[in-house]
């Protein structure tokens, strides 16, 4: 017989916390030895409720940090050459190290143009294909901010990736693709699977480790998961609920209260991934200045 050991909860505010003072110990090093302090800029077009929520974060996270940072805010009737203009002031800006342009934009603009006008080299979402063919080589990049913020959690935690099956829930260009390389690159053999996955949870029920990134809320049932799997949960879906003062609830993709109990580790939502995707975007941004000295 076997004992299952107790759930460890990957905690993201603690680990992120963590982690950020280490960049704000790196940052006023480059400050004391006269070097620049990086500077990460946001564009957010419109009023996304979510995305000026997340902006906001973002700010609030460079100013802990001590960081520089710009916020650009614009009207959602921005037409789509004024915002290739502004991404284009910022390439040549040489004070800003760093450009994120909130996604997702108004209909009339096309996202893939603008995220591919964005310099590779203040690209620190790692969105532009240049820094995805780096990443897929595993050369150093910009890396999409939520994998990165994943493979320092794991890392964080000492978790064991070599050999280990890894099933990945969701295939998007942000999450599920990279997430893919960078466990390869971890030894792990891996298993992306998707909408059109036959018997989806035949992989899910093999996996030492899932990662779910598909945006459904409580898609992952306890009986797809093996006893012992590490679970991290990407999701994280505002689904109404009037008996809550905002109107809604974040869910994750795993249905937490059922999965925990089998899990040897799991992220919690909010509070796991989430924290860890901010983090991710920092050490873009100060690797990025480091990397030009
Ligand atoms: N919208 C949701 N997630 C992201 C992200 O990681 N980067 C940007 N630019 N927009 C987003």
Known sequence: MTTQQA???LDGNKTAKLLKEEIKTEVQKLKAEGKKTPHLAAILVGSN????????????????????STVLRFHETMT?????NEVEKINNNPDIDGLIVQLPLPKHINEKKITETISWKKDVDGFHPMNVGLMFKGLPCFLPATPFGIIKMIEHYQIETTGK????????DIVGKPMSALMLQKNCTVTVCHSKTKSLEKFTRDADIIIAALG?????????VKE???????????VDDPSNPKGYV????VAYDEVAPKCSYITPVPGGVGPMTRLGLMLNTLNGVKNRY
Do not use: W
């Open 7 to 9: 759930t460890q909860i």
């Open 49 to 68: 409720g979510a995305s000026m929520t997340y902006v906001n974060a973002k700010e609030k996270d460079c100013h802990e940090v001590g960081f520089d």
């Open 80 to 84: 789509e050459v004024e915002l290739l």
């Open 165 to 172: 099956h890894c099933v990945i829930l969701g295939r998007s």
């Open 216 to 224: 459904i809320p409580q898609f992952l049932k306890a009986n797809m």
């Open 228 to 238: 012992g799997a590490v679970v991290i949960d990407v999701g994280i879906t505002r």
């Open 250 to 253: 974040l869910k994750g993709d």
